[in-house]
């Protein structure tokens, strides 16, 4: 059973450093060493599962299924990054966040990301079976 009540107003806050491994060159969405848009996108999602963290049933997961965000500003490796994610909205297993990245100077970025709660072991299993297809 849940720790916490799944309510609009869970939030939480990752951090990390821009390395050389999460810039745009080394993922491959652009040709400069800044913070790749993929690597804030991962930041913003990873987030978001910490805020929901406690608060999901037994045998549940949440999957991120859309994701709506402005890369608002550039941030050169070595500088420390973070995103906020604020649950604004339940709507029985859909989940709506407000998101938001900032480097040490900015906001970096922003937007929405909405997450579906899904029996986990169903939602594996559907996966696997692709595999027999």
């Known amino acids: 059973m849940a720790g916490k009540k799944l309510e609009a107003g869970l939030t939480a806050e990752v951090g990390e450093t821009v390395s050389l ?17 993929p690597a804030m996108i991962a930041l913003i999602e990873k987030t978001a599962v ?3 963290e406690g608060a999901l049933e037994e045998n549940t997961t949440s999957v ?18 973070w ?9 029985r297993k859909r989940l ?17 990301h909405e997450r579906f709660i899904v029996d986990a072991e169903k939602f594996t299993a559907k996966a696997k079976s692709k595999l027999t297809k």
């Open 21 to 37: 491994d999460k810039t745009a060159v080394k993922v491959g969405s652009g040709d400069r060493e800044v913070y790749a848009t």
């Open 50 to 52: 910490k805020a929901l």
């Open 64 to 81: 991120g299924t859309r994701l709506d965000v402005k890369h608002l500003a550039a941030t050169p490796v070595g500088m420390k990054v």
């Open 83 to 91: 995103a906020k994610c604020t649950l604004t909205e339940v709507d």
């Open 96 to 112: 709506v966040f407000k998101v938001e990245a900032y480097d040490e100077c900015d906001l970096i970025g922003e937007g929405i």
